[in-house]
């Protein structure tokens, strides 16, 4: 993985309450490359590249925020510096992806029998 | 905008009054089981020089939506030459498609294998006709001052990751507001990735019957996703990052850029006018209800080639390696890993903007100065590597109220 990667994220709007992790990160200071007023964030989940990273407390029943839009909705209350995905954000469309395993996104909803 | 006013090149002129960045030979074949004669004939002419796509229809049963594809195709600019391969009994007439070709004042050609004895005869005549058609073209053609104001450039995403929505799509969306304020006009599709943003696709059309035209290419979407149980988004997506198909879309939907959106397109339709459009290839409801939406890729693309799209942009994560019939492909990544891993395949990286190493415009600006080579002939990553994939599938979907038929 490229050095400049490492502990970083990236954040698009100013507004959005998640960043990006740009490579695997590891709980403890990382930079916000982007939009975002702060530099630095704390993080004390591990959190994968690609993945989402709140940036500041998103309660139960608030949007989650990226590109400036609501892109799910939190389930439960979301503190700052914690991975945001399935098991804590859902869609308001797709009910399917709900259902789908944490780590793989694979279906878990159809039996391979 | 001033500093492109200059940034012009030589194209083909054609009869039909329309300018291609390329000259090529298209043999299109009108069944499956003419396809490989057909595709001998192509490959013929792989590196000579000459510029000969195969396409075709694998149906022997027609297709409306199949059909307006191959007559969008032997319209395109890019096209300068046309000959079809038929087996002799299916239902597409490539005499019929020759006729087309003909009042477009394109020069070209039908056979029959059955008439012409077989694989063999079919295949050394083919060639002969091919070579003839290329004379004719080398003689004839006539090259044109062209620039940003006559190129229509369209746009689609396949293989995306996190890098799509930060990267990848955004210098996309930057080059389209460049390319509109040139003149110019952008086609996006995709409007399976567009779930949960109708309030912002509504807000950027033109005026109150496009928000209408949008908003009824939505709800088509939406009841065509609900009705199958399934929305554009994969288990590697999920893997990768992506939570929601929201999320995904707006991904995807940062490709268009900023500018208003003129209208939406129907499949074999081209834009009215220059700016940005919105391309429909969702199927309309239907009694046999024909048709995935996105089957592929390549679908998609050549859904863009049949708007008359003169260049294509194909906007990846993890990495892909096709290209297209007719219209080049420039495949753009915002993955640097990605990029050295496939930099055979990869004509752009726009990575350096997640560190803020470059900026979003200077990107663009170096997207732009590839366009404008492409356009004079330079070859893409997938041209080089004879990448020409095409798909035409059975689907239906009406003609629309100006479609040109």
Redesign the interface.
Known sequence: ??D??HQ?S?Q?EKDDNVA???SDLEPGSIRI??SSLLEVIVITDAV?????IANRMISEGEP?L??G????IAIHDIEAGKW???HN??????K??ST?DL?????TDIQYD | MSGNAELTWKGFYRNNGTKGIRNKILVMYTVECASFVAKEIGAAYRNSGMDVDVVGFGGCTDNEYALRMMIAMIRHPNVGAVMTVGLGCEYLQGKSLVEIAENEGKPAAWMLIQDYGGTLKTIEEGKRVVQQLHERLAKETVLVEMGLSDLVIGAECGGS???S??AGNVVVGRLFDRLVEAGGTAIFEEIVEA???KD?LLGRGINESVQKELGAAYDKM?EYCKSV?Q?S???????????????KS??AF?KSGTKPIEGVLKVSQPPLHPGLWLLDSTPDPHFMSFGYTNPNDNEGLMDLVCSNSHLLFLVTGRGTVVGSAVSPVIKITGN??TYRRMSDDLDFCSGAA????KSMDSLAEELLELVISTCRGEQTKAELLNHKEYFIPYKYQSAGTNCEM
Not at chain 1, 69 to 72: D, E, K, N, Q, T
Not at chain 2, 233 to 247: D, K, M, R, W
């Open positions: 993985m490229n400049k990667f970083a990236f698009i990006v992790a740009l490359h982007g994968k590249q690609g993945h989402k989650v990226k590109y839009v609501p892109i799910g945001v995905h399935l954000c859902k869609s308001y469309y797709d399917r992806s789908l780590e793989s996104g694979a279906p | 990751d996190y890098t929505g930060l779930i949960g943003l912002i939406l149980r929305y988004v994969s288990p590697g997506n999920f893997a990768g990052g992506l939570t929601t198909i929201e999320e707006m991904g940062a640097e890993n997640l560190t803020g190493e």
